[in-house]
């Protein structure tokens, strides 16, 4: 990086230049620590997200039970709202995707649909270093069908080489497509062609992917996929999580778990003792969802309409590339490989102190004890200017 480039001016320029900068204003920003670099963990309050949420809580006072019909965005068909933007998100077919639930959750109402173990063919590969709620997730899915997690959850440093090596074993693979510590993404097609290939099916964990990479699930091939919203996506603490499932899968007769809102709309009110499933992803609902989490999101993912995500992925990389020049620049060592999304992983000997410091100043990321430190500038709001200041934090205190 050229010194000029470290500058305040340098950094200026780039924001005025920038297609996405105005989308800044539409955040709310904490007031002890501006220089917000943690929105892998939580991404930051929409303004409108309080609009938003606000308006159901008047449809509800002023209309109380109609308000399932005749709301502003009526109850009843709330998550269809999320569907077109949710679909474009993460590139799929509007019937592959629906918003309900929590991550964990859905991970494991897709793993009964998707993990079906038997003998001979029952292991479940996830990759090394994987987020602990997902190996809880698949260890107790194992012992649930009557394996020991022991002989049965696979966690391979390279799960493309352990599919070819032994793909025949696996019933499942559930892959992080970005991880949550090391940043680094995975070749997407090239696993689910080498799971296919034998007969292995395979999911994607999305949480740390939605909203920050380039998505094509729909192509890629995927049989499933989930992801929180409250990431990289911004819809609050908590916010409800995303699902994708193949139209492969469709109207096939997997086993499943039934709620009456995964049942046939139009005779839901019918109340018929028979499930007849939606076709696709919405089939898999069980409860009328939470609305006021709903509408919050609903603000988030008008902004990613937005800004689109070709444009935010341009930007994402050009903000983690100037990042990582910074970085590089005070001798502070990147971790994450070239093939990621915008969160940097570095490994800091006084990340304990450094993070406490750069907390007192106004910015914060976060500290994966006792040396991760984890910094991602978000494309949505966060500014070269930003990632200046950051730089410059960094060069005074980081010794
Ligand atoms: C953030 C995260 C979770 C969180 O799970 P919740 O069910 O939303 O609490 C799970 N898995 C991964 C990989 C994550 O990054």
């Not at 949480?207 to 996506?233: M, P, Q, R, S, V």
Request: aromatic share 8%; hydrophobic share 40%; charged share 25%.
């Amino acid at each position: 990086m050229s010194s000029h480039q470290d500058s305040l001016e340098w950094a200026r320029a780039q924001d005025a230049a920038d297609p996405l900068a105005h989308l800044r204003r539409e955040f709310l920003f904490p007031e002890r620590t501006p220089l917000y670099f943690a929105g892998h963990s939580l991404g930051l309050q929409p303004r409108r997200a309080r609009e938003s949420v606000l308006e159901e809580l008047d449809d509800w006072a002023r209309l109380g039970v109609e308000g399932h019909f005749s709301a502003r965005h009526p109850w009843f068909s709330h998550h269809e709202e999320l569907t077109a933007s949710t679909a474009r998100l993460v590139g799929a077919r509007p019937h592959e995707v629906v918003v309900m639930n929590t991550l964990t959750v859905n991970l494991h109402l897709l793993m009964v649909s998707f993990y079906r173990p038997r003998r001979g063919k029952h292991r479940l590969l996830i990759e090394a270093g994987a987020f602990p709620s997902d190996r809880y997730a698949v260890a107790s899915q194992a012992r649930f069908h009557g394996f020991a997690p022991e002989d049965t959850i696979v966690e391979a440093d390279d799960p493309l080489r352990a599919l070819q090596e032994r793909g025949k074993e696996f019933a499942l693979a559930l892959i992080g497509n970005v991880n949550y510590l090391s940043g680094r993404a995975v070749d997407m097609p090239a696993l689910v062609k080498a799971a296919h290939e034998r007969d292995c099916l395979i999911g994607f964990d999305l949480a740390h992917g939605a909203g920050n990479l380039l998505l094509d699930l729909h192509e890629t091939g995927a049989d499933f996929a989930a992801w929180c919203n409250y990431k990289y996506l911004n819809a609050g603490p908590g916010g409800l999580g995303g699902v994708f499932i193949h139209e492969r899968h469709a109207n096939a007769d997997l086993p499943r778990f039934e709620g009456w809102w995964g049942h046939d709309k139009a005779r839901r009110f019918e109340m018929d003792p028979r499930f007849r499933p939606i076709r696709g992803a919405e089939g898999w609902q069980l409860s009328n969802p939470p609305i006021l989490a709903m509408a919050a999101l609903r603000a988030s993912m008008e902004l990613f309409d937005q800004a689109t995500m070709p444009a935010l992925r341009r930007k994402g990389e050009a903000l983690s590339g100037y990042l990582q020049g910074l970085l590089e620049g005070v001798g502070i060592e990147v971790l994450t490989p070239p093939q990621r999304g915008s969160m940097l992983t570095v490994r800091l000997h006084d990340a304990t102190k450094l993070v406490e410091a750069l907390r007192a100043r106004g910015a914060v990321c976060d500290l994966r004890p006792p040396d991760i430190v984890r910094l991602t500038p978000a494309p949505l709001y966060n500014s070269f200017e930003d990632v200046q200041r950051l730089g410059a934090l960094l060069r005074e205190l980081h010794g």
